[in-house]
C-alpha cells in the first residue's frame, strides 16, 4: 500500500514536470475544474502505474480523449493549479484518495 503511494507521487512528480513544457503561450482557454482536474490526473497516474502500457503520451492523450478534453486545456490548467497551492494541495490530497480508493478495489491487492 504504502509502495503504491510512494509510487503515485513520485509519478506526480514526474508528470508535474513533463506536462507543462508542452503548453503553448497565448490565448488562454478556460480551467478545467478542480473535481474533473483530479478524475483525470487520477487516471494518468493510475495508467502509468500499469507496468503494461508501452507509450506513455499516447496514454495520456486516449484519456484526455475519453474526457474530451484538449491537451492545451488540461496543460494550462495543470500550470494555473500549480500556482494556486490551495487548490492544488486539495487536487492531490482527492487524487491520493481516489488512488487509495482503487487499489483497495482491486482484485491485486485483495491477493496481498
Known amino acids: 500500500m504504502r509502495l503504491v503511494i510512494y509510487h503515485s507521487k513520485i509519478m506526480l512528480m514526474v508528470l508535474v514536470s513533463v506536462i507543462p513544457l508542452s503548453c503553448k503561450k497565448g490565448t488562454r482557454p478556460d480551467l478545467l475544474q478542480p473535481t474533473l482536474f483530479a478524475k483525470i490526473y487520477t487516471d494518468i497516474i493510475s495508467q502509468s502505474l500499469d507496468s503494461t502500457a508501452s507509450d506513455s503520451l499516447a496514454q495520456v492523450q486516449n484519456i484526455l480523449d475519453r474526457y474530451r ?29 481516489d488512488l487509495e480508493s482503487r487499489e483497495k478495489k482491486s482484485p491485486a491487492s485483495s491477493k496481498q
Open 69 to 97: 478534453v484538449g491537451r492545451a486545456v488540461f496543460d494550462t490548467t495543470l500550470a494555473e493549479y500549480e500556482r494556486r497551492p490551495e487548490i492544488w494541495v486539495d487536487i492531490l490530497d482527492q487524487v491520493t484518495k
